[in-house]
């Protein structure tokens, strides 16, 4: 069983970019068959997917969001990090990363880190 642990800032200015990282134990990052997820859920909504990164680097993001996102990973601190460009406050949401072994669902998750977007 993965463990997944988010970090990053709580507080993001409109129109600057998100950063955060998820930090994974009990397993590699690059093990065969895993996707690493980005998940969020806006205040009073529904888990909304944001983005992945696979076992081999390959990343996909939702074509709502594909134009801000950037995933990327660092294999040797074995983490995964989101990066969201020219937020507003409707990217204020708890942010949350998870796992999933191919053709699964979303298994392991991080607690979620509030993230607001706000001058």
């Known amino acids: 069983q993965m463990q997944l642990q988010e970090s990053g800032p709580g507080l993001v200015k409109p129109s600057q970019t998100l950063s955060l990282t998820c930090t994974v134990s009990?397993?590699?990052?690059?093990?065969?068959?895993?996707?690493w997820h980005w998940i969020r859920q806006p205040p009073g909504k529904g888990l909304e997917w944001v983005g992945l990164i696979s076992y081999s680097g390959t990343t996909n993001a939702s074509p709502s969001l594909k134009s801000r996102t950037s995933i990327s990973r660092d294999t040797s601190k074995n983490q995964f990090t989101l990066q969201l460009s020219s937020v507003t406050p409707e990217d204020t949401a708890v942010y949350y990363c998870?796992?999933?072994?191919?053709?699964?669902?979303?298994?392991?998750w991080g607690q979620g880190t509030q993230v607001t977007v706000s001058s």
């Open positions: 009990g397993g590699s990052i690059t093990t065969n068959y895993y996707y």
């Open positions: 998870a796992d999933e072994v191919q053709g699964g669902t979303w298994n392991s």
